[in-house]
């Protein structure tokens, strides 16, 4: 068992009457740590220390200094990455390969990082396109925005952190990171290591708490310059109204569609959308969730995803046999068994799963269901997925945009032209061709449209987010 406070300038807050949390596995109660919630002055120390830190150190560090750090940082990771997925699986129950799936992704976040710190320059203006520009010269340059407000959420909760530490370590910020209250432990020993490669002490410092106690003073504090956050909707509109003329980033909500065409090959689209769909018992904001099958294949495909379905092992995220563990509190399964119970008596048919025992979900398909349906058009964030039949393009362009979300969409297809067709009339930040929604590489801009967020992230796209362009025009002669 763990017992941590918060992390600001290096040293470890606890004690002195602050809240105690417990951290506790989803799968069995089981403690895995205790923490000490930041008390207000925790939480100014933290800001102030950050500006003290930028100032003084990261924003004149040069790249190759920052570069090596984040190298550092990701052999140092790949290293302990056993240790890494073990705490993975004990704070945030997830099963122990995917725990070993996000360790992977974390050390190539780490490693592009350090590759874009390189890169992060600017561009050479040509003066002389406008007229009486002769005899001038102009480039601009990015320089770091400053402190930035990383709040993160409970699913990956040592990816989703580097998406946003690792960025602002090469652009030369500094950050006061708020992950979430049940799953801490990770994000605390990740910063350790940050440290341990060479990171200064307060260049990131770590708050612990409930967001509503520490976010409304984090994300309005002056010194703050820029908030990145990735969680629920509401929670992530209501950060951007406080955080006033702020750059901000928001990576919210989905409720990914996929579609299938008969031209499509029809086991690996079952096979993707059982990955897709129930991989972490489906919290990830671009789970599979909506799947459109045409009306001609509509009954083989079923035929193929059922018995993939009912073949997952779900159980103690422990073991290297289980496929699916628990959610990540047994409120979020009884609330989804709920959404579940209530589209069955509006009509829908369960063909595998809809049982509960615990926080454990058993991964459901369901069908007969109708858009108005909860687990149709809102956010499930569980081990279920819809299967809905259709005819035309037209058809199921129309429902696949029937939605509040638009993060990413797959498309099962053969057809080249049917490919550019669905890229530009899906309305979505990004489209996979014969790929399920669920696929995220760290190298690419990510991010939604609608409810689904603003801005970007993926590495490159962050340090753009988090720097300012400054231009500097000289006049020869």
């Given at each position: 068992?763990v017992n941590?406070?918060?992390?600001i300038n290096?040293k470890?807050?606890?004690?002195?009457?602050?809240?105690?949390?417990?951290?506790?596995?989803p799968?069995?109660g089981?403690?895995?740590?205790?923490?000490?919630?930041?008390?207000?002055?925790?939480?100014?120390?933290?800001i102030?220390?950050a500006?003290?830190v930028?100032?003084q150190?990261?924003?004149?560090?040069?790249?190759?200094?920052?570069s090596?750090?984040?190298?550092?940082?990701?052999?140092?990771?790949?290293?302990?990455g056993?240790?890494f997925?073990q705490?993975?699986?004990?704070?945030?129950?997830?099963?122990?390969?995917?725990?070993?799936?996000?360790?992977?992704?974390?050390v190539?976040v780490?490693?592009?990082?350090?590759?874009?710190?390189?890169r992060?320059?600017?561009?050479?203006?040509?003066?002389?396109?406008?007229v009486?520009?002769?005899?001038?010269?102009?480039f601009?340059?990015?320089?770091?925005?400053?402190?930035?407000?990383?709040?993160?959420?409970?699913n990956f909760?040592?990816?989703?952190?580097?998406?946003?530490?690792?960025?602002?370590?090469?652009?030369?910020c500094?950050?006061?990171?708020?992950?979430?209250e049940?799953?801490?432990?990770?994000?605390?020993k990740?910063?350790?290591?940050?440290?341990?490669?060479?990171?200064?002490?307060?260049?990131?410092n770590?708050?612990?708490?409930?967001?509503?106690?520490?976010?409304p003073?984090?994300?309005?504090?002056?010194?703050?310059?820029?908030?990145?956050?990735?969680?629920?909707g509401?929670?992530?509109?209501?950060?951007?109204?406080?955080?006033?003329?702020r750059?901000?980033?928001?990576?919210?909500?989905?409720?990914?569609p996929?579609?299938?065409?008969?031209?499509?090959?029809?086991?690996?689209a079952?096979?993707?959308?059982?990955?897709g769909g129930f991989?972490?018992?489906?919290q990830?904001?671009?789970?599979?969730?909506r799947i459109?099958?045409?009306?001609?294949?509509?009954?083989?495909?079923?035929?193929?995803?059922v018995?993939l379905?009912?073949n997952?092992?779900?159980?103690?995220?422990?073991l290297?046999?289980?496929?699916v563990g628990p959610?990540i509190?047994e409120?979020?399964?009884?609330?989804?068994?709920?959404?579940i119970?209530?589209?069955?008596?509006?009509g829908?048919k369960?063909?595998?799963?809809?049982?509960?025992e615990?926080?454990?979900?058993?991964?459901?398909?369901?069908?007969?269901v109708v858009?108005?349906?909860?687990?149709?058009?809102?956010?499930?964030?569980?081990?279920?997925?819809?299967?809905?039949?259709?005819?035309?393009?037209?058809e199921?362009?129309?429902?696949?945009?029937?939605?509040?979300?638009?993060l990413q969409?797959?498309?099962?297809?053969?057809d080249?032209n049917?490919?550019?067709?669905?890229?530009?009339?899906?309305?979505t930040?990004?489209?996979?061709i014969?790929e399920?929604?669920?696929?995220?590489?760290?190298?690419?801009?990510y991010?939604?449209v609608k409810?689904?967020?603003?801005?970007?992230?993926?590495?490159a796209?962050?340090?753009?987010?988090?720097?300012?362009?400054?231009?500097?025009?000289?006049?020869?002669?």
């Amino acid at each position: 068992m763990v017992n941590i406070g918060s992390l600001i300038n290096g040293k470890e807050y606890v004690g002195n009457g602050r809240a105690k949390y417990e951290v506790r596995n989803p799968y069995n109660g089981e403690l895995v740590g205790r923490i000490d919630f930041a008390t207000e002055e925790d939480l100014l120390l933290a800001i102030e220390t950050a500006q003290q830190v930028f100032e003084q150190s990261m924003k004149k560090m040069p790249a190759h200094q920052r570069s090596t750090i984040l190298r550092k940082s990701a052999d140092l990771l790949e290293s302990r990455g056993g240790e890494f997925a073990q705490l993975l699986c004990k704070e945030a129950g997830k099963p122990i390969r995917d725990a070993h799936g996000e360790v992977g992704r974390a050390v190539q976040v780490l490693r592009f990082a350090s590759e874009e710190a390189k890169r992060n320059d600017g561009e050479l203006i040509k003066m002389d396109s406008a007229v009486g520009g002769e005899g001038r010269i102009g480039f601009a340059k990015r320089v770091p925005v400053g402190v930035v407000a990383a709040i993160t959420p409970f699913n990956f909760p040592l990816n989703l952190v580097l998406h946003k530490l690792a960025p602002a370590i090469a652009a030369g910020c500094t950050v006061v990171l708020k992950p979430a209250e049940k799953t801490p432990l990770s994000a605390m020993k990740l910063v350790q290591l940050l440290e341990e490669a060479g990171l200064p002490a307060g260049a990131v410092n770590v708050v612990n708490g409930f967001g509503a106690d520490l976010v409304p003073k984090l994300v309005t504090h002056p010194y703050v310059k820029k908030v990145t956050f990735t969680g629920s909707g509401p929670v992530g509109y209501k950060i951007k109204e406080l955080a006033g003329n702020r750059r901000v980033t928001l990576e919210l909500g989905s409720n990914a569609p996929n579609i299938v065409f008969p031209d499509a090959d029809l086991n690996a689209a079952a096979a993707g959308m059982v990955k897709g769909g129930f991989a972490f018992a489906g919290q990830a904001c671009i789970s599979v969730q909506r799947i459109y099958v045409h009306r001609e294949v509509y009954g083989q495909f079923l035929d193929l995803l059922v018995p993939l379905v009912k073949n997952l092992k779900v159980g103690d995220p422990v073991l290297e046999t289980s496929d699916v563990g628990p959610l990540i509190t047994e409120d979020a399964a009884i609330r989804t068994e709920s959404w579940i119970q209530e589209a069955v008596s509006q009509g829908a048919k369960v063909l595998a799963g809809g049982q509960r025992e615990g926080s454990l979900l058993y991964p459901t398909i369901l069908v007969n269901v109708v858009p108005s349906m909860k687990v149709v058009c809102q956010e499930v964030f569980a081990p279920l997925v819809t299967v809905i039949p259709f005819e035309t393009e037209e058809e199921v362009i129309a429902a696949a945009n029937d939605s509040d979300y638009g993060l990413q969409a797959g498309v099962f297809t053969s057809d080249i032209n049917r490919a550019f067709r669905f890229f530009e009339a899906l309305d979505t930040g990004g489209v996979w061709i014969n790929e399920i929604s669920t696929v995220r590489q760290d190298n690419y801009p990510y991010g939604g449209v609608k409810l689904s967020g603003i801005g970007r992230e993926g590495v490159a796209s962050a340090i753009e987010e988090m720097t300012e362009v400054k231009f500097m025009g000289i006049k020869l002669g």
